[in-house]
């Protein structure tokens, strides 16, 4: 093993571990509040009982939604259902007290640690409880799958898997670099009724709106793609167009969520900690 | 501090009311103020908001236009008409999150509230009710495209449009009070996100968010009617964009009346057993 190979082993064994005790420290932290857990519960429950309402009203004037037959539909709610919750659970909660930190100078803390910043801003501060949104979701998908027209193949759920975590990583960098504007402006009031509305723009496959809109869900704001492709994959209507897509905009957005961190923080200056 | 707290200094009763418009307007106009001062947010806030109903508008088009024309009497144009005017009413329906209220319970802020001479419901309705005016001036343009766009159907007399715009008042007062209760239960519960995320739930399936009332299944309406979310959302929509009959006009602004008396009351009895709760050593 070359020293370089054996460093860059040591940096990931250093961030493995700090994941893990923060994730320790949140668990520990989140289990006082046990009640929640049940709140929670109740709120994916009425969550769930709202998309399945809208399925069914759909369904029952109409047989097909632009080629979209209701057990697809229905997995579709199921993979907007986990990635939600990814996104409110791992993603939201984090970015958020960064964002925060920033407009109170308190960043300047997280800057002396001796780790990765981006890594120690994306792991703490994780409200577990919303990880039962991955669970229904995860749920849902199951129940669709026995009512899906060609039934689930291998390929189909290899492709599944491959694009649902596609459809995570385009969740946590567009999140990223959208909170990264909070290092030229200060403060974005705005960024809670954003994840409210981009989260229900992305209840629907792509494929039922409007070509600009199909657009704007694909580049401009990629969770419509992030949901879209897993859920065609899943439902056996998976092109080589969407998947390309999903994975290029992944990857696009990694390179680019990384730079315009590293330029954030270059911009940096705390007022005070 | 809880005995302290537990009355709210009174206003002096000789020009209590005139005191009382003097702080709405001031207050008001500071939140006008605000709002032309970050005009970046106000924008991202109407396209935000305007995101949201093109989304559903575009669903139940899809479904009229694929069932022959419309869906239980609703056509194309009137599902236009429905979601155009929910964009407005939406943006001015946005008032203070719960959460506002947690922050001031558990860091001690709400201890300077309550040296003030009213109570602070008044001032988050205030705050508001200028917010709601600033965004709906702002909203004139992007109404304007999206009637050219969309072609709504509306069918709108003068008595409508009065209706409507005597029931957006009652209908932000609705808003901001039930708010302000679901916060207010920061006095026991030390997080309140889970009790918020419930009540927001129910408030989106049952207000004519997701989808018309008239198009939810008899048992949904009937809920929905015996609940104040839809007097408070579906309703000025339904006043504007018609066909509605004069006696639905005055019921339905009855009922947001109702609601309004019931939720001050049911606010005033939780901040009274609330507030005797409260603790702080700072603020």
């Avoid at chain 1, 026995?146 to 039934?151: E, K, V």
Wanted: glycine residues 8%; hydrophobic residues 55%; contains cysteine.
């Amino acid at each position: 093993m070359t020293d370089t190979t054996r460093a860059r082993a040591d940096r990931v064994r250093h961030a493995a571990e700090i994941t893990a005790v923060h994730l320790r420290v949140t668990a520990h932290n989140e289990l006082q509040y046990r009640a929640n857990f049940f709140f929670q519960l109740l709120q994916t429950a009425w969550q769930v009982i709202g998309g399945l309402v809208v399925v069914a009203l759909v369904y029952s004037k109409t047989p097909e939604l632009n080629g979209w037959r209701r057990g697809e539909l229905l997995a579709a709610v199921g993979v907007f259902t986990m990635i939600g919750g990814l996104l409110r659970a791992v993603v939201y909660p984090p970015l958020q007290q960064m964002m925060d930190d920033v407009g109170k100078g308190d960043f300047d803390h997280t800057l002396t640690q001796p780790a990765d910043a981006q890594l120690l801003v994306s792991v703490r501060g994780i409200n577990i409880w919303q990880l039962t949104d991955v669970v229904v979701g995860a749920v849902i998908v199951a129940v669709a799958i026995p009512d899906l027209p060609s039934g689930v193949s291998a390929s189909d759920a290899a492709a599944f898997i491959v694009l649902l975590v596609a459809g995570a990583a385009i969740t946590y960098w567009m999140w990223l670099s959208l909170s990264c504007l909070v290092f030229w402006v200060i403060e974005l009031p705005f960024m809670s009724n954003l994840m409210h509305y981009v989260t229900r723009a992305a209840q629907y496959p792509i494929g039922i709106y409007p070509a600009w809109l199909r657009v704007s869900m694909t580049v401009i704001v990629p969770l419509g793609i992030a949901v879209t492709a897993p859920a065609e994959a899943i439902a056996s209507r998976l092109s080589w167009v969407t998947a390309a897509s999903a994975i290029a905009v992944a990857a696009v957005l990694g390179v680019f969520s990384r730079w315009l961190w590293q330029r954030a923080l270059r911009r940096y200056s705390g007022a005070s900690a | 501090m809880a005995d302290v707290a537990a009355q709210t200094p009174r206003m002096p009763s000789a020009g209590r009311w005139r005191s009382l418009a003097d702080v709405y307007v001031a207050r008001s106009k500071t939140s006008i103020q605000l709002a032309v001062q970050y005009r970046f947010n106000l924008v991202v806030d109407l396209v935000l908001t305007t995101a949201e109903p093109i989304v559903y508008l575009a669903v139940w088009q899809l479904v009229a236009n694929s069932s022959g024309g419309e869906v239980d009497g609703f056509t194309s144009g009137r599902f236009a008409a429905y979601y155009v005017t929910f964009g407005f009413v939406r943006l001015c329906m946005q008032s203070g999150s719960p959460g506002n209220w947690q922050h001031l319970v558990q860091r001690g802020d709400l201890s300077g509230y309550l040296l003030l001479p009213l109570h602070p419901v008044h001032i988050d309705m205030a705050t508001w009710l200028g917010f709601c005016l600033a965004r709906a001036v702002a909203w004139v343009p992007v109404g304007a495209i999206l009637v050219v766009a969309y072609r709504p159907d509306f069918d709108t007399s003068v008595w409508q449009v009065a209706a409507f715009i005597a029931s957006l008042v009652p209908a932000l007062v609705m808003r901001t009070l039930i708010n302000d209760i679901i916060g207010m239960t920061s006095f026991w519960f030390v997080s309140i996100v889970a009790i918020d995320g419930v009540m927001r739930i129910a408030e989106n399936l049952l207000s004519g968010r997701i989808v018309p009332p008239d198009l939810l299944p008899g048992w949904a309406q009937t809920l929905s009617k015996a609940l104040p979310f839809e007097w408070g959302f579906a309703f000025p929509i339904e006043a504007l964009i018609g066909p509605i009959s004069t006696a639905a006009l005055l019921r339905g602004l009855a009922m947001q009346l109702l609601w309004v008396v019931v939720l001050w009351m049911l606010m005033r009895l939780v901040w009274r057993r609330g507030v005797r709760r409260y603790g702080a050593v700072s603020g």
